[in-house]
């Protein structure tokens, strides 16, 4: 049976989809807002040039328990990296298979360069203590910064240096390893589980397959929204729209005037893009730098997906975690450094389109795995989603959707 409730939900990406998605499931017909031009929020894939962009390298996991629960991996054609990575130090470089699935059968001569013996042990006993921690268990845990984790648990200075901080700097989006310990355990675990995968055509068919789902939900893009007061919903053009109840799905500091200074400013970080003849990694896998370089991480898509390049030529993806430099000195300096590491000519490195990503992560101080449903109530009839409320990952987007649908529904309950 439909419902005549008006619902309306700020924003197109993950959360605002998955949370209309389970209104739809109980007979609600969702409006979403959007400001931009398309769904997907901060996931999105450009068509440039024959290439497929991601706004920013970004992965899923096949692992997060919501992703399986809404999407159809077989659909999307997921493409997976081989588990591991190139190490890049110096002049050298080599390559550490699956450090985090199978430790103990890591190559032993690249592992004696990045870590000890010890290491191998330790990853081995870490691998196998978090495949028993539930999520519960790993988001109630004390929190400390993963650097001091990474030291109490015994792994040698030369591994933290060599393959943890390079690996997770790009995953957390900062250089010091001091995100907490408990979203250090939570990716650690999901990596050794699952495999990092991006679906063939992009990560923008994430969205779309999730909208796909969609019956009776009317999206209007091109309306940002000014204010949300009450049950009134204010839009940048004047107009105000009357509400029942409203899920805010962006960061709500932006729409609610008494929210304004409650968050921490998010993580940011650039992704630049370049062609080259052929990849000189020549394998799906990530490319790791160790030190510091304006580089953190690079990646051959079309290594991973070949769909992600329509004519053959390699298509580079770069990670910059934080720079000053305008886009053409930021573009030399990185052109600079991928060819001190692979030997090319600077010029032979094409660069394509740089994005410069404002909110790549939501900082949160006390990270979750979940919350309860009441929790996403700000008022009788405002609520919140967004992986800001619980920690910054694509499982984290699904499941506040979820939630704030929840406590939608709950709201409508009768109280005794």
Partial sequence: MMREEKIYIIGAGLSGLIA???????????????????????MKTDEVDGFSLDHGFQVLNTAYPEAKKYLDFQALHLKTFDPGAVIFAGKESYIISDPMRNPLKVVSMAFSKVGTFMDKVKMFTLTQDLKQKSFEEIFSAESIPTHQYLKNYGFSDQVIHNFFKPFFRGIFLEKHLNTSSRMFEFVFKMFAKGHAAVPEKGMGEIPAMIREQLSSTQIFFNHPVAEVEGTTITLESGEKLEADRIIIAVQPDRVMRQLQGQFSAPRSVINLYFSLQKSFLARPMIGLLVGDHLINNLVFMDDVSPAYSKDGRALLSVTVLESDLDEKDLVKEVQKEL?????????YFKFIKSYPIQYALPYVDDLKYSIPATECKVSDHVFLAGDYLLNGSINAAMTSGRLAAEAVNLSFMPTH
Wanted: hydrophobic letters at 35%; charged letters at 35%; glycine letters at 12%.
């Fill in 339 to 347: 060819s001190e590491l692979s030997g090319i000519k600077p010029d």
């Fill in 20 to 42: 209309a998605l389970e209104l739809e499931k109980s007979g609600f017909r969702p409006i979403i807002l959007e400001a931009s031009d398309r769904i997907g929020g901060r």
